[in-house]
């Protein structure tokens, strides 16, 4: 895995610069080299994996009767049976026009931003990477350079996209549905029989 410094480092090197022994540190290079790093992030992020959902996450109300989201929330998916938005960092009623919604909390899913040193590391390694290609882009105007980073931006995404696809598959295989399935239990059977010439049956 990568730390945040690693990943600065990477960058400010790919312009020429030294490292340097602090993510604190002035000069200008650092700075462009945090912000690579933000934009590259959010760009990964924004889609939703599996590292940054949160399912079902209860929100309560605070005092003021209204539902403040987590800071870092980058989109709602889904409010229960409720059609709300996020607004001013707090869940809106748009039916009702309010951000009082009559109840002491809500059930939600959503996508979070997570911070660099918390991403797993395909994920780390695709963002120092991204934000590396535009150093160069930004930088240094060198885009013959940049190109030569596409192979690895691909074949990073490529491994986010593997594991994002294999733990859903491990989850949907880990949940009361599946194993209801295979041991024949209603509702989840069709027909409400099993079939020995079936897998399962």
Known sequence: MYTYLDAVNYCIAQVGAAPV???????????????????????????GWWFNKELFMAIPVDSNGEFPVP?????????????????????????????????????????LFVEFDDLPAVAQDYVRLVAGKKMIVINLEDYKKAAGEDREIQQALIEIKKDDLEI??????????????????????????????????
């Open 21 to 47: 022994t602090s993510t604190e540190d002035l000069l200008p290079d650092v700075g462009d080299a945090k912000l690579r790093i933000k934009e590259a992030s959010v760009g990964l992020q924004k889609t």
């Open 71 to 111: 800071a870092n929330t980058m989109k709602l998916l889904t409010a229960g049976s409720e059609f709300y938005i996020i607004r001013q960092g707090k869940l809106y009623d748009t039916r009702l026009h309010t951000f009082k919604l009559g109840t002491d909390s809500v059930c939600v899913s959503v996508i």
């Open 168 to 201: 859903k598959k491990r989850n949907v295989a880990s949940g009361p549905k599946f194993w209801r399935t295979r041991g024949g239990a209603r509702p989840y059977q069709r027909g409400g029989a099993r079939n020995p010439n079936l897998p399962g049956g």
